[in-house]
């Protein structure tokens, strides 16, 4: 190889390195791009925190609780076996404590057949198992309110935070032009303090709803069962029609509907039980025994009695017969006394709920008519940006004049969201007296 030869070949050599060099190199294979988070609809978040909810798996553990209380208490009318030894060493007379002789072996048999007093706190136990069952409602509409509550609430925040940052943005343009008219004396310095202070106080309300934007964030994730760091996105949610029923029929509605109302209502019932099975006693009770026996000879059977016999059975009823007992009347005053309790505290919850009825009804009317002036006032306000907008652009106004006004329509944006909110968290709570609250879940 000459020289020419090979510095030709070094040549071509760099030439192809810098080639290689110079072309791109392909990036390594990416992880796929995590998607954005779904929204949540409301009747999403109601289903999760209902699944998830630990106030609802109390008031069930409850109602398991009573009726294993019920089973318990009604045991005593069903049969009932019991069995053991009574083997001892007998020194004259054979008797154990209690009466009962001394056995090598014992079988007997309990059951009772009628007893006044306990059969009317079998009655009472059952009833207030159906009273745990209605707990359970009771659980699941203050489930429901809450999170469609926070829903609706975090809805709201989110949009407030929203035009916040517009009004930010509007205020940080006023201070600075106000600054400048100040600096060339054509406005006051209080002007420029005042401008500084609403841009203060928009700061200070995007910390407060974001504050408060985490602490419901937390809730949700709290009630739908959702790791810490879970997103949550909402949407607009519009809750059913509002109601067009009367005041009165809205009355019966919430009487055959309300949870507390049929609580009360059992316990009433459960108390009367009690008080007819307290008067029942002073009838006769009577159980249905048996009872078998191995008996022995070293227990001196054989010396004081003529005939001895290892196996023996005895079956029958026994009946016992009150002739004097004070504490069935005092049982009997006791439980009258508290069936009129119950039946006064029933008394209450109805007119406590004909009252709160009429309370929430009004509250609707008036957050109604609130939601109304708010949203002539955000129409006014738009009109009056578009008037001084019209005016800027044929340079009869100015940009800070143009900003005030946009700060104007803000603000009333946010006044407008904070009334629908009350009105919609009004129209929850009369959902909830009138037995509604199920509708959100169709």
Do not use: C
Request: no cysteine; net charge neutral; proline share 5%.
């Amino acid at each position: 190889m000459n020289k020419r030869t090979f510095l030709v070949s070094v040549a071509i050599f760099l030439v192809a390195a810098l080639a290689a060099v110079a072309s791109p190199v392909p990036a390594p294979a990416s992880a796929p791009a995590q998607s954005s988070p779904q929204p949540l609809t409301l009747k999403q978040v109601l289903e999760m925190a209902l699944d998830n909810s630990s106030v609802i798996a109390i008031a069930r553990l409850r109602a398991n609780i009573a009726e294993g209380q019920t089973r318990v208490t009604r045991s005593a009318f069903l049969p009932n076996l019991y069995t053991g030894s009574g083997a001892a060493y007998s020194y004259g007379f054979p008797s154990m404590p209690g009466g009962q002789a001394p056995s090598v072996f014992s079988l007997s048999y309990v059951q009772k057949l009628f007893d006044p007093p306990a059969h009317g706190a079998v009655k009472a136990d059952q009833v207030r198992t159906r009273e745990q069952r209605v707990a359970i409602e009771t659980a699941r509409d203050q489930v429901i309110l809450q999170a469609a509550s926070d829903y609706l609430q975090l809805n709201e925040i989110r949009r407030s935070l929203e035009l916040l940052q517009q009004e930010r943005l509007s205020a940080a343009k006023v201070v600075q032009i106000t600054a400048e008219r100040v600096g060339a004396g054509l406005e006051l310095p209080m002007d420029e303090t005042q401008a500084q202070l609403s841009q203060a106080e928009i700061e200070q309300h995007i910390l407060s709803l974001q504050n408060t934007q985490d602490l419901l964030d937390d809730d949700l994730r709290s009630m739908m069962g959702l790791p810490e760091d879970a997103p949550i996105v909402v949407t607009d949610a519009k809750l059913p029609p509002e109601t067009t029923l009367a005041t009165p029929q809205l009355m019966i509605l919430a009487l055959s509907h309300s949870p507390s109302i049929r609580q009360a209502e059992l316990e009433t019932q459960a108390q009367l039980d009690l008080l007819k099975g307290q008067r029942g006693g002073y009838w006769p009770t009577v159980d249905l025994v048996g009872q078998y026996m191995i008996l022995s000879k070293f227990n001196n059977y054989d010396q004081f009695y003529r005939n001895f016999q290892r196996n023996n059975l005895n079956v029958g009823v026994q009946i016992n017969i009150p002739v004097f007992q004070s504490r069935t009347s005092a049982a009997i005053a006791l439980a009258s006394s508290r069936y009129e309790e119950a039946q006064a505290d029933l008394g209450n919850q109805r007119r406590a709920l004909e009252i709160q009825v009429r309370q929430e009804r009004r509250q609707t009317l008036f957050q109604n008519a609130a939601r109304n002036v708010a949203r002539l006032e955000l129409k006014l306000a738009q009109e009056q940006l578009q008037v001084v907008q019209s005016q800027y652009n044929q340079g009869q106004a100015t940009l800070a004049a143009v900003e005030k006004s946009r700060l104007d329509e803000s603000e009333k944006w946010l006044n407008f969201l904070a009334v629908n909110f009350d009105g919609q968290e009004a129209q929850l709570r009369l959902m909830r007296t009138t037995g509604q609250l199920a509708e959100l879940l169709h």
